[in-house]
């Protein structure tokens, strides 16, 4: 009986461990599909990239809304789809933003308060109005910001002259962007895997530790520095700046997401994505972290 009992203990101790490594093999898998896909869309730019980033946005949306709906909350989901589009569409035409901004942001305002009078049960309207203009902001207007970091300049491949290709600036900044992202929850995943001991945020993501942010650091600030120091002229001393507050940027995304999918009591924002879940766990570290690079990349014309 003992030594069948240790035997159990054993193969029980064994199965959690194959579990993960299939877990990771699934992640490496899901990324080795994706990442190319996103890199295409990233060298096309313009039309294409908005199709992208729209198909994104809509997912992460149901994503949201199917969570906020079983945790019994009821945003209006159309309205959130529109702000969203709204929010997507002004940074494909950068000379009426505001404009667009203006009146979109104030119609959305003036409808749904419109549809919200219609309820025969009035409690908790607030919150789901509120919920309603929270989710296009955190999910459509971060979005946004890959369009407008991108620009509207094409890449060039030049078969004729010795087989070389032109990139605009917008797609260097945005390639620091992702491999700056991924880098860094690659890094952190591995680093926190084998080296964790130090709990981050225990009672948000009790995952995460702070040797898996510092491993996540050194390879967000390497491809900063691959990616903006001969490219874009950025000084070294800065583009490590840059490495850092990517990496910190993702992490607050990353902890962002984690808070929501806790308040909703949800592992998993979706199943689209073997390995890592939904579409909001693949682009959490992202929201945040484009928006930091944008607003360097200003300084840099």
């Known amino acids: 009986m003992q030594g069948t009992s240790k035997q159990h203990s054993k193969e029980g101790s064994i199965e959690p461990e194959q579990k993960g490594n299939a877990s990771v093999g699934q992640r490496w898998l899901t990324a080795g599909v994706a990442m190319p896909i996103v890199l295409l869309f990233v060298w096309f730019g313009g039309w294409w990239a908005f199709v992208a980033c729209l198909l994104v946005t809509v997912l992460g949306t149901l994503e949201l809304h199917t969570m906020l709906f079983k945790a019994g909350y009821r945003p209006l989901v159309w309205i959130s789809y529109g702000l969203s ?22 119609a959305s305002l003036v409808i749904s308060f419109c549809w919200l009078f219609m309820r025969k049960q009035l409690e908790g309207t607030m919150v789901d109005w509120a919920l309603t203009l929270a989710v296009p902001v955190y999910l459509g ?69 702070w040797e898996g942010v510092a491993g996540g650091l050194l ?33 607050l995304g990353d902890l962002a997401e984690s808070l929501i999918k806790r308040q909703m009591h949800v592992k998993d924002s979706g199943q689209i994505m073997p390995g890592h879940g939904g579409m909001l766990d693949r682009i959490d570290s992202l929201l945040f972290a484009v928006f930091i690079v944008y607003v360097f990349s200003l300084f840099f014309h």
């Not at 940074?91 to 933003?97: D, G, H, K």
């Not at 369009?147 to 002259?161: A, D, I, K, P, Q």
Request: aromatic share 14%; with cysteine.
């Open 219 to 251: 390879l967000s600030v390497i491809a900063c520095l691959l990616l903006t120091v001969v490219p874009l002229g950025v000084p070294w001393y800065l583009a490590i700046l840059l490495g850092l507050l990517v990496g910190i940027s993702a992490t």
């Open 85 to 106: 589009l709204l929010f997507l569409g002004s940074a494909m035409f950068p000379a009426q933003r505001i404009l667009i901004l203006q009146v979109g942001i104030g």
């Open 141 to 209: 207007w971060s979005m946004s910001y890959f369009l407008l970091l991108r620009g509207y300049e094409v890449s060039n491949l030049h078969l004729m002259t010795g087989y070389w290709v032109t990139l605009p600036r917008g797609v260097w900044w945005l390639l620091g962007t992702l491999l700056g992202v991924w880098g860094f929850d690659g890094a952190a995943f591995f680093a926190g895997r084998y080296f964790g001991r130090h709990k981050l945020a225990p009672h948000i993501s009790p995952a995460k530790t």
